[in-house]
């Protein structure tokens, strides 16, 4: 046997050896590691104008206090950082900085705004202000008259309806007649060809193919009875796909309206429902063009690959710069501490009764839920007192730093209904107008990003007690809720 042989001998050996040695870790890896706890992470590239990375500084544990967004000048915060988890028929987005969790939105299979159903009326109310509907849910719906509701309907008549409310308390859902469909260019009305909003083909097409669009949609919609919308965040993409998108949306109005003229369609049923995983990658995109504090998403479990895929083509027609310096970084394990502790850790925060809040001057908010509405309760505790600091500034600065906590903390649990605030009483009518500032400024300042904005009506404080009212109406799920009717939640829920 010659040299070469026996040198070629040699290396097929060791190159089985290593093929070897590498198969039997890749199966040892998926055995230790599942791929439903493997994630992928789309990372911000780091901006010449951000400087050197540096390495955060240590943190307290999270005390519900702080903005999510950094100020202008300091760009993005790299602690910031967006997590996509799903499950088996629910999945949870969280937002989560270097001191815990700041924002926790959780979508399941359940009734969801703009879902389309086809109803039974019941009946109107006491006041004939509206209709009760059969929507086959567990609670009946409400349909306002005022929103342009036929009142001559009469009990069994069936009705087409979007859901514009969830239960609260007592009461149960509510639902308009005025149906639209959202497709990824443009939004579909039923019934109103009076609505022509296509200013912003000009933004994503050339002249002549935005106006030829614009002239061809106004002539169908006029003649189906249609409106036609294009989206504040329809990306940048060929007349085609337009078309196509508004094409889809017609046809698919036309088969709902089949359902409501068919006598033999049951009723009520749901017949336009977003799945988890077009309703969270909704939400992820539109919390990405709305703030730009996010150097990262991670996405966790068996998503992984195609949510990547489609978020990727979603950014690459936008215009957003956040979200076009957003680019697939690296693959990375489950990270049970980044993920799940934060998580616990706020749950661990809720008891069945109250929340405490601490302030950064020391002082803390009392938060209490009750039937009617949730009671918030200003202590100034270890709050100390600045040198030659005046009554009035004292009261002023603690409450503000409250109204921001408040502002926070509402955000974070996803509270909503009748708050009622007892702030620390101030005697001038000026100190009481510069806090009603200030507070209007933090809700403004701490609007949801992963759910729609939350409609906020401040009252008056009052100058006898310091008492401020004010209501929120609040969207989706709320963690605060979870805590009180599954208490066992923080131990073992979602691993």
Known sequence: MDLATIFLMAAAAVLAAVLSVAATAVIVKRRLVPPEVRSLVLEREPDEADGPAERAPAVPPLELTGPLRPGPAHGPDPAVRLYVKPGRRTAEILIIDGRGLLEYARIDDGPRYDDVYLGEVLGPDSGDTGLFVDIGEDAEAFLDINEG???????????LCRLTGLPRGAKGYQVSDQVGLKGRYVTLLRDRPDVMATGNLYQHLDDADAGLLSRKWKERCAAAGRGVMVRDDAGTASRSLYEKDFGYLMDRMRKLERHLEDPRSPAPARLAHASVYETVLEAVLSSLDRADAFRSVTVVGGWRGKFITDLKAQISRSRSGALAALKIARKSLYNRR??????DEMRNKLDRRAVRAA???GANLVIEQTEALISVDVNSAGARRHYGEADEEYALRINSEAASTLARTLRLLNLGGIVVVDFIDMA???ARERLLNRVRQSFDRHEPLLRRPAEIN???ISPTTGVLDLT?????YSLWE???TQPQAATGRGR
Do not use: F, H, Q, Y
């Open 472 to 476: 929120r109406r609040r969207d989706g």
């Open 338 to 343: 980044e993920i799940e502790a934060p998580l």
């Open 428 to 430: 001038a009518d000026a």
């Open 149 to 159: 509701v036929n009142a001559s309907r009469r009990p069994g008549d069936r009705v």
């Open 458 to 460: 401040l009252g008056t």
């Open 359 to 361: 302030c950064p001057s």
């Open 482 to 484: 979870e805590s009180k």
